[in-house]
């Protein structure tokens, strides 16, 4: 059985857990949140994103989500400028063309404002004379701030985005800036499938800040670090 770890990341949290020197104590890194030895982010999630973040200690598990050949499905909830209409959901279906490329058809639903999401700090700025909706949005690729650039392309820009699952894994009801540890099986399972049972007592509320080593995976250092056992 290998760990994974569930986190709900806050807005404007740096997805690794030291920063640059010249940013000392000025931003927030996963570090003020966890406190688990050896976990590194599988996949990543940008500053001004919120929700749904996988960490593990396992190797082979963070290449089995992060790997783009595996594919695994991301949903989101997205806050876009103006009332996103039909046409504009049929476009990030198809596929919308980017710099970098045509992205894969997608799934795209207009949703409403969930009862349930916590306030953002800071506030979204809205102008009073432009309303917005909100949509539901499933990727299975990961281009660089790929749904930003998507739902600009179609005229709707980004106001807030939240992640809300991957793979089978959904954020649930697991609050802001909290975590949730799990054991998954790797063992004759294909790539995008991969049980998961919660480990009890796992659930971690802004455990004490840690000095960690650096953020790449795997760890490289003067010192000979011993690798996760295969599986």
């Known amino acids: 059985m290998s760990n994974l770890l569930l ?10 857990f030291t920063d640059d020197p010249e940013f000392k104590d000025q931003r927030q890194t996963l570090a003020d949140f966890i406190d688990l030895p050896e976990f ?33 499905p991301k949903t989101y909830l997205v806050q876009v400028e103006g009332e996103i209409d039909s046409k504009a959901l049929q476009k990030l279906t198809q596929g919308v ?39 539901e949005l499933t990727i299975s690729e990961g281009k660089n701030r790929q749904v930003r650039r998507m739902t600009a392309a179609v005229g709707f820009p980004t106001l807030r985005l939240i992640r809300i699952q991957i793979g089978d894994w959904k954020l649930g009801k697991l609050p802001q800036g909290e975590s949730l540890l799990l054991e998954v099986n790797l063992e004759n399972l294909p790539a995008g499938q991969i049980s998961k049972t919660p480990k009890k007592g796992a659930k971690t509320r802004n455990p004490p800040t840690k000095k960690r080593p650096k953020n790449n995976w795997p760890v490289k250092s003067g010192k000979s670090r011993q690798m996760p056992k295969k599986q």
Do not use: H, M
């Open 7 to 16: 986190f709900n990341k806050p807005f404007n949290v740096l997805c690794q």
């Open 40 to 72: 590194y982010a599988a996949g990543r999630l940008d500053r001004d994103s919120e929700g749904l973040l996988l960490l593990t200690n396992d190797g082979k598990l963070q290449q089995k989500i992060s790997d783009p050949n595996f594919k695994l």
């Open 97 to 135: 063309q980017l710099k970098d490329g045509l992205t894969r058809p997608a799934k795209a639903k207009t949703v409403n404002e969930p009862k349930w999401l916590w306030p953002r700090n800071p506030p979204v700025r809205e102008r009073k004379n432009i309303p917005t909706s909100w949509l």
